[in-house]
């Protein structure tokens, strides 16, 4: 643990990507879709392009400081927010300004252009928040805890949210409670730190179709099948998430400190479009705690889950094997 000769805040800065493209030799760009990054990995896939002659990447980036940063009565003045992005190997160290939304906002926006030629492999992406404190200029008073990393030729960032899996007998389980879902081929138990899937054993098959060892056809199912899981995770993990949300003095809502408010400040733009993520964090808060909204706000989360999903896609490569398979007994 580091100590300060200074006032700083006590929580963390919370750095997300919002956006990414790049910028091609004959100097047009090329937008990359949110498959290029993943914010509970914390990670840029810049490879997903399958682009060779890629000049630059300009990245899109959303901050929010911690409560406090803007109190009347705060330690420190000129208040800067800097997203710095930095490569060991190549000793390349990026710094730019990331402006305020609105005055008086905790969120904090802009963009870091990375330069193809100024890396070969990862770089770290952190954000910084610094003022003026004791009449000295410069003093970091707050931080990410948590990086990101840029890779230059991934082409997938680390696969998104991990699926925590499980396989148990449900008839069989030492958890009563389980016992009654023993119809069922999964279930999602939100109740611990992570998100865990628990298969169902007792439905003869499937646990093989899930290893995805097979070939053909029950590679397309298995790919389908684990979407709709990680469907099933998203959702269950965006209202765990809003189910316990801090509160400040004046009743707005905190965004988690861990991976679950990173979660869902991904999901948020899906489920309130076109406003800031704080903005549509209160939305989301009015409408579980008030008298209406919520029930009507379910199909917005779950579109946001599907997208986050790849439901879509692995539907289609489903139906893409079938019609191949069909031709084949045709012919």
């Known amino acids: 643990m580091k100590f300060y000769p200074y006032k700083r805040l006590n929580r963390p800065v919370s750095l997300r990507v919002t956006s990414a493209s790049l910028k091609l030799l004959d100097g047009s760009r090329d937008r990359l879709d949110i498959s290029a990054y993943s914010v509970p990995q914390r990670t840029v896939a810049l490879g997903v392009a399958q682009h060779e002659d890629w000049v630059s990447a300009r990245i899109g980036l959303s901050a929010t400081l911690p409560p406090g940063a803007n109190a009347p009565d ?13 490569d060991g190997e190549t000793n390349v160290r990026t710094v730019v300004d990331l402006r305020q939304d609105a005055p008086g906002s905790k969120e904090w926006s802009g963009d870091i252009e990375v330069l193809r030629d100024d890396h070969v492999g990862r770089a770290t992406l952190a954000a910084q928040a610094v003022g003026t404190v004791d009449d000295v200029p410069g003093r970091a008073i707050a931080e990410t805890d948590e990086d990101w990393t840029v890779d230059v030729v ?29 119809d069922a081929p999964w279930i999602v138990d939100a109740s611990g ?16 179709l899930l290893g995805g060892e097979g070939g053909g056809i029950e590679n ?11 469907t099933d995770v998203w959702t269950a993990v965006f209202h765990s998430s809003v189910g316990d949300l801090e509160v400040e003095p004046d009743g707005s809502p905190i965004f988690p400190t861990d991976w679950q408010g990173e ?9 309130v479009p076109g406003v800031r993520a704080e903005e549509a964090l209160r ?49």
């Open 263 to 271: 979660v869902l400040r991904e999901m948020l733009p899906d489920v």
């Open 154 to 182: 991934a082409d997938e960032p680390l696969g998104g949210l991990r699926l925590d899996a499980k396989q148990m007998s449900f008839s069989k389980s030492s958890r009563e409670w389980l016992q009654a879902y023993s």
């Open 220 to 230: 397309k199912i298995h790919e389908m099948l684990v979407s709709q899981m990680a």
């Open 193 to 208: 730190r992570l998100p865990t899937v628990l298969v169902n054993t007792d439905i003869e098959g499937f646990s093989d």
């Open 283 to 331: 939305h989301v808060h009015r409408r579980r705690t008030g008298d209406a909204g919520w029930v009507e706000l379910q199909t917005r989360i779950h579109y946001a889950a599907v997208r986050r999903a790849g439901a879509s896609k692995a539907l289609a490569n489903a139906l893409r094997g079938l019609q191949q398979m069909n031709r084949g007994d045709g012919a």
């Open 74 to 86: 705060a330690a420190w003045s000129d208040l800067r927010v800097l997203a710095v992005l930095t």
